[in-house]
């Protein structure tokens, strides 16, 4: 282990791990701070999930104006979005812009595949363990390691003995792949599949896509930011930032107050089309909430957004398929798309729903399924993430004397305020599980954690405290209150990553409490109200 000096002290103040979207934001706040602060990166440079997911048509479903931070009026006013939603390239160079602009690359370490973090409660101080031994001691240890960065693959076997190529989209190279008269497979259809899907259906030779199940899928809208628009962006920031500060999920989509039943149907059914036929999440957020609570409301919805589907599909078998029938619409992460459902339109786009012709194994050409061998030149695997506690579960968290936090969280997560977890003083777990963060647009939701971090960093330095811990009554409270936010949703009914399931993780075969479904306004009235209350919750000690 590291040596923290013979004085116990750390060779850091702090130390963040991760250098995505938050991990970047809380790197700034610690260095204006003036504490001795570094940052840990596995990827070669910065940007987080925006420097991995290089895959075609990766681009974000915020609009891309309320996606930059709000931190700085410099960097609003000197950032020009070029479209509504930003492709990953754009975001990826913005991010690279904050990070020169502010001059945090000096304080960040590239290549760092964190394995292993250890608490010494004696000298308090973590000793941060990287793949290649090398290790670094720090007083307080921030997790920014992403909400969706553990990739999973499917488990079928042979699915390694494929000869061509081969991806999961999380790890797209960063050179060009060659697309042009390509056997492709995609297997997956999330959010990430329907992207690829769509934006390379008419670049490929051929292309298969794998289905388990559908989702419910709704048009993005996208178009570029004229000059007029961009001056209108700019002059209105303080205002776009104000109504995302209100509504639940940090966008500047607000949900219909009104109950669905109480408005007429074809009064329903004109909203409906105007959500359809409006830019971004609305389709989905700006519904009357009783949508996604009273299972009539939702089928209703459904129904309308099936006929959507079936207008715009040709093949009315092909159109079946594509539409969910083990869940409603918004009960699990909707995919906003462009083109997506006119992709099966084509000669070269074949479906396979998997249910009804099953991947029966990998073979050194391609896939063998029930109906027999199809070959293919390149393999995408869109199969999505051990989402939230993944990260955490790849990497050894011991706390105070020796407990282990893959111990701790091995049915579900535990924490305070989705911040902080008992038995592991110091660390803080930055848009983790359980954090109004990780349902929130997220550059917003993490300015809320990270501002609550820094602010708590500042108050413990003014105070002389050196240690901080979560109370087991504490986060018995918050799970609680966690659990009661799913009662009456119909996403708690619905397997995804959303509710903690994934088929190729052991054991995440039922519900895990992950997300805070209270609304970003509550949580951060419950953060700002504990910090108030001189860290309610918290044992602080010199
Ligand atoms: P995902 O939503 O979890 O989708 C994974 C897909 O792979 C599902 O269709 C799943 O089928 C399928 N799959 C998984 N394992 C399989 C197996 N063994 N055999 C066959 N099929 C399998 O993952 P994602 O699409 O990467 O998206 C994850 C999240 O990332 C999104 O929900 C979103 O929050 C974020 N994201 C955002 C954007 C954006 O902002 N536009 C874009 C991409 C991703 P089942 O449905 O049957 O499980």
Redesign the pocket.
């Given at each position: 282990m590291a040596v923290p000096s013979q004085n116990g002290t750390p060779q850091y103040e702090a130390v963040v791990i991760g250098a995505g979207v938050c991990g970047i934001y809380m790197l700034y706040r610690l260095l204006k701070l003036g504490l001795n602060a570094t940052l840990l990166e596995r990827g070669s440079d910065a940007g987080g999930t925006w420097y991995w997911n290089r895959y075609p048509g990766?681009?974000?479903?915020s609009e891309s104006y309320t996606y930059g931070y709000s931190f700085s009026k410099e960097l609003l006013e000197e950032w020009d979005w070029s479209e509504h939603f930003s492709g990953q390239p754009e975001t990826f160079r913005y991010l690279q812009y904050v990070v020169e602009k502010f001059q945090l690359r000096d304080h960040m370490q590239f290549d760092c595949n964190v394995q292993a973090s250890t608490w010494d409660d004696e000298n308090q101080v973590w000793t941060v363990r990287m793949e290649d031994r090398r290790e670094v001691t720090t007083r307080f240890l921030f997790t920014a390691i992403g909400m969706?960065s553990a990739a999973t693959m499917?488990?079928y076997p042979g699915v390694d003995r494929f000869k061509g190529e081969s991806f999961h989209?999380y790890y797209w190279p960063s050179t060009p792949v060659e697309l042009e008269g390509k056997r492709v497979a995609v297997?997956?259809?999330?959010?990430?599949?329907v992207?690829v899907i769509s934006e390379i259906a008419d670049k490929v030779g051929d292309l298969t896509v794998?289905q388990?199940?559908p989702n419910w899928c709704a048009p993005l809208h996208n178009g570029p930011i004229d000059d007029e628009e961009q001056a209108k962006i700019k002059a209105s920031y303080d205002e776009i930032f104000a109504l995302c500060k209100k509504t639940p999920g940090s966008f500047i989509h607000q949900p219909d107050r009104r109950e669905f039943k109480e408005v007429p149907r074809e009064e329903r059914l004109a909203l409906w089309e105007k959500l359809y036929a409006s830019r971004g999440f609305g389709v989905w957020l700006s519904n009357f909430r009783d949508i996604f609570m009273d299972e009539d409301a939702n089928a209703e919805y459904s129904e309308f957004i099936a006929g959507k589907i079936r207008e715009r599909v040709n093949d009315p078998v092909v159109a079946e398929k594509l539409i969910p029938k083990d869940h409603g619409f918004g009960t699990r992460?909707v995919p906003?798309e462009t083109k997506y459902y006119e992709a099966y339109n084509r000669d070269n786009v074949h479906l396979k729903d998997?249910n009804e012709t099953p991947i029966v194994e990998g073979t050194e050409k391609g896939i063998l399924t029930s109906e027999g061998e199809l070959e293919f030149d390149l393999i995408i695997y869109?199969?999505?993430?051990d989402a939230i506690t993944g990260a955490f579960d790849r990497m050894e968290f011991s706390g105070v004397d020796g407990r282990r936090l893959n111990d701790k969280w091995a049915d579900g997560p535990i924490t305070y305020l989705g911040l902080q977890t008992h038995d592991f003083p110091n660390l803080i777990t930055l848009a983790g599980p359980q954090s109004g963060s990780v349902s929130s647009n997220f550059p917003r939701g993490i300015e809320d954690a990270v501002d609550w971090a820094a602010n708590l960093v500042a108050y413990l330095k003014e105070n002389g405290y050196h240690r901080i811990e979560a109370t087991a009554e504490a986060e018995d409270e918050w799970v609680e209150t966690i659990k009661s936010y799913y009662e009456g949703l119909l996403i708690a009914n619905t397997k995804s990553?959303f509710t903690g399931f994934n088929?190729?993780v052991d054991g995440h075969d039922k519900l895990r409490y992950l997300i805070f479904w209270g609304g970003a306004p509550k949580f951060r009235e419950r953060i700002t109200e504990v910090a108030e209350n001189g860290y309610d919750g918290f044992s602080l000690e010199k």
């Open positions: 990766a681009r974000f479903d969706l499917p488990r989209t297997v997956g259809t999330g959010a990430t599949g992207q794998f388990r199940r992460r906003l998997i869109a199969t999505g993430f990553w088929s190729n």
